[in-house]
């Protein structure tokens, strides 16, 4: 095993299965063809035309649009189409910097192929010349990944709170990180995928922090997330991530990140460009 297999686990896409979800012409997401068949049960609201789903175009405004798509989602939620339903609405749009065209519940995004957006927190500590990193086992009741290795903290990015207010919330809820410790979290990046999972087609954009953290602190979950938090030597770190599917699929790819920029994998290592390149291979 490789580093490069944990690239791979997160590249697994075939386009032809897909058609693009268009809004007011702009594509916004990407559809497998037999939801997409699905769909065709409501074309009041979403409408198959020339090889595309395209929201009805009399849905005019973020409001309409998003109610309509709401009251579909529910129905389909109801017929099971969607584990884990949180109530969390996610922005729908052509990127992240441009204002939602819509929302919509966040167990839906991988099923509409919508582009979702996270934030990862590397917490780690200077012990002379080693260093090491927190690592937080994900909770046996998680819906998505139980039990898998996963950052310090880490969330998904909803709609209505910035990236930096996100990070603080989830710290605190996931660490009991308190937000004068938070403030001096570094934001150095970003990685990106487009891979198919069980739960749908999965476009994410991880954006990356790191914060170097007093020897003293030690994490404390609060919102029962979080099964056990660990202090290890980056050298298990990279062994772990290398060598095993432990870590959770995408947070295996912000551990190599943190490798490579920290040092730990250095650019005549074999795999180099290819990872340099497969951690912003998303779509």
């Not at 699905?38 to 005019?60: E, H, I, M």
Request: proline share 6%; with cysteine; net charge negative.
């Amino acid at each position: 095993m490789s580093f490069s297999d944990r690239i791979a686990a997160c590249s697994v896409f075939d386009a032809a299965r897909y058609l693009p979800l268009r809004v007011d012409g702009a594509e916004m997401g990407l559809i497998e063809q037999g939801f997409a068949e699905t769909l065709r049960r409501f074309p009041q609201v979403f409408q198959l035309v020339g090889g595309a789903v395209r929201l009805n175009p009399s849905l005019a405004g973020f409001d309409a649009r998003t109610a309509a798509v709401d009251g579909v989602l529910r129905e389909l939620n109801r017929e099971g189409c969607f584990p884990a339903w949180r109530e969390e609405p996610y922005p729908v749009g052509t990127g992240f910097a441009q204002p939602a065209a819509f929302t919509m519940e966040r167990a839906a995004t991988p099923r509409f192929g919508v582009r979702g957006y996270g934030v990862h927190l590397n917490g780690y500590v200077r012990q002379g010349k080693d260093l090491l990193m927190w690592v937080a086992r994900r909770s046996l009741d998680k819906a998505m990944a139980p039990g898998k290795l996963d950052q310090i903290v880490a969330g998904g990015q909803p709609f209505g709170l910035s990236l930096r207010d996100n990070l603080v919330k989830e710290c605190g809820e996931e660490a009991a990180m308190p937000p004068q410790l938070v403030a001096h979290a570094v934001g150095v990046g970003a990685v990106s995928y487009c891979t198919e999972r069980a739960e749908g087609l999965r476009r994410d954009v991880e954006f990356i922090y790191d914060l170097e953290l007093p020897a003293d602190f030690t994490p404390v979950n609060t919102d029962g997330e979080v099964a056990a938090f660990e202090l290890w030597p980056i050298e298990r770190v990279a062994a772990t991530v290398r060598d095993t599917d432990d870590f959770k699929f995408n947070c295996s790819l912000v551990a190599i990140d943190f490798l490579i920029r920290h040092g730990f994998v250095e650019p005549d290592h074999p795999e180099y460009q290819d990872l340099v390149h497969g951690l912003r291979s998303g779509r």
